[in-house]
């Protein structure tokens, strides 16, 4: 898988990161080449797993300094498999330490994005659409994880900007993705989301929602980031160790640090069923799961 939850749930099982490239400071001018972008930008679409995917993690989030709110922590498990021309990935929140689920979302990439939500106490399995108006709602209070993050519903929006391929250390073009009207209506704030895909691998590793801070219709920002921190090598193949998603307002943070996972799996299809987003049967056998 090659990128950040859809951007990084598409670059959770990459075999494609053969390195972790240290950047160099340079100074060269991006290298405007638009058939170069366009192609890294298909290739980044294009990318597909081998085989259905686990992973275990723990989120932290630390308020920014100006905050007098203690950090919180949740458990999770993340599973992952292919849709369609997206992949489709479940996540269960449970809290810090153990206990039952607390929330449970699915979501559907590629070109026709879905996203639904389950929680603790609601009578049934079945999940419920979440829409366009939610999608930036934190996952659980104070988190800077949402259905966005895990969705990444940019990375196939049509309208897009190519800024350049740029050539600090790391050779990565950047694109400036342009929302669709009906998420702009739900959206206001937000004016485009810049993503960075590394030329060598194709892959996504970071993005940044620039838009304009609540109340202004003015000076565009970087308004939140996610950034992948680091990978590690499971079954011969790179799998996402640590993610960072910052609200540059507040300065707060969440950190995704993946504990175990496994690849190259056949998970039952009705586990990534709305239908049963509430049935919290585990899809794979703990015993198959490597820490990392």
Not at 1 to 25: D, E
Not at 53 to 64: D, I, K, V
Request: net charge neutral; aromatic share 10%; proline share 8%.
């Amino acid at each position: 898988m090659k990128t950040l939850l859809a951007a990084f749930s598409l670059c959770l099982a990459s075999s494609c990161f053969a390195q972790i490239r240290t950047p160099v400071p340079a100074a060269a001018p991006p290298v405007i080449d638009p058939a170069a972008g366009t192609k890294a930008l298909e290739s980044l679409r294009l990318s597909k797993p081998d085989g259905d995917y686990a992973l275990r993690f723990t989120l932290l989030h630390t308020p920014g300094s100006n905050s007098k709110l203690a950090e919180t922590g949740y458990d999770g498990e993340l599973y992952g498999t292919w849709r369609g021309d997206g992949p489709r990935v479940l996540v269960r929140l449970h809290p810090a330490g153990g206990g039952p689920v607390l929330v449970s979302l699915l979501t559907q990439g590629g070109s026709q994005p879905s996203t639904w939500i389950w929680k603790s106490g609601t009578p049934g399995i079945a999940g419920t659409p979440v829409e366009w108006t939610h999608l930036l709602d934190p996952l659980a209070p104070s988190l800077q994880f949402s259905a966005f993050d895990l969705q990444s519903p940019f990375l196939f929006w049509a309208d897009y900007e190519y800024e350049g391929k740029f050539l600090e250390g790391r050779h990565e073009h950047r694109f400036k993705m342009k929302p669709p009207a009906a998420f702009t209506a739900a959206h206001p704030t937000v004016d485009s989301v810049r993503i960075y895909v590394d030329d060598e691998a194709q892959s996504a590793f970071k993005w940044e929602v620039i838009g304009y801070p609540a109340g202004t219709t003015k000076n565009k920002i970087v308004l939140r980031s996610s950034e992948i921190n680091l990978l590690k090598k499971v079954e011969g193949r790179y799998m996402v160790k640590q993610v960072d998603f910052r609200d540059l307002l507040t300065r707060d943070k969440t950190r995704l640090q993946a504990t175990a996972a496994a690849m190259g799996l056949a998970l039952p299809q009705a586990t990534f069923e709305p239908e049963r987003l509430g049935d919290t049967t585990q899809p794979v056998e703990p015993e198959r799961l490597k820490g990392i």
